[in-house]
C-alpha cells in the first residue's frame, strides 16, 4: 500500500515527447498527478509518447499555475539548476511533494522559487533534458523511501512480456 503522495508539475513544457516520457515515469513510479503549465504542449499534444498510456491511470491536468491547490500538508520542491539549491544527494524526499521542474528552454520563476520548500538541483555537468531529470528525481525518491518494493515478483509485474531471462544461481 502506497504511503507517500507526490505530484509533478511541469512549467511550460514545450516537448511532447518529454511530457509523454514523464507520463511513462509517473507510472512507474506512481506518481499521483502531473500538472503542466502553458499552451505549447497543449498544442503539439497529438505527438504524445506516453507509450504505457499512464495517462489513463494518472491524471494529466492543465493549470494556470502549478502551486495553486497544495494541501496543507504539501511540500513544494523546485528542482532546476539554481544557485543556492540542494544537491539531490543531499536532499531528504517529503513524505508529500510537489515536484516543479522547469522548462527545456528556460527556468523556474523566481516568484515559485520563492515559495519552495526546497530548491534541488541533479549534481551534472551541463543540463539534463525535462523527462531525464524527471526520473532521476522519482528513481532518487524511491531509492531513499522504507517503502521501495523489490524483488522478483515485482520484476515478474513490472518487465515486458518478452522478457523471460533469470540469473542463474551458481
Avoid: W
Avoid at 62 to 70: G, H
Avoid at 99 to 116: C, H, K, N
Avoid at 129 to 152: C, H, P, Q, W
Wanted: glycine letters at 6%.
Amino acid at each position: 500500500m502506497k504511503k507517500t503522495q507526490f505530484v509533478i508539475g511541469l512549467t511550460d513544457p514545450k516537448s511532447p515527447s518529454n511530457v509523454g516520457a514523464v507520463m511513462r515515469a509517473a507510472g512507474c513510479f506512481q506518481a499521483d498527478e502531473v500538472r503542466y503549465t502553458g499552451e505549447r504542449f497543449a498544442r503539439a499534444a497529438k505527438y504524445n509518447t506516453d507509450t504505457k498510456a499512464a495517462a489513463q491511470h494518472i491524471p494529466l491536468n492543465a493549470v494556470t499555475c502549478l502551486t495553486t491547490d497544495v494541501a496543507p500538508t504539501q511540500k513544494i520542491v523546485c528542482v532546476d539548476l539554481v544557485e543556492g539549491a540542494i544537491a539531490l544527494p543531499n536532499f531528504k524526499h517529503p513524505d508529500n511533494a510537489l515536484y516543479i521542474f522547469g522548462p527545456e528552454d528556460g527556468t523556474i520563476a523566481q516568484a515559485v522559487i520563492d515559495r519552495a520548500d526546497a530548491v534541488v538541483y541533479i549534481p551534472t555537468v551541463g543540463c539534463m533534458n525535462l523527462a531525464a531529470s524527471v526520473n532521476v528525481v522519482l528513481y532518487d525518491r524511491m531509492a531513499k523511501s522504507a517503502d521501495t518494493l523489490m524483488g522478483d515478483e515485482l520484476i515478474k509485474r513490472s518487465r515486458d512480456t518478452n522478457n523471460r531471462v533469470k540469473v542463474k544461481v551458481s
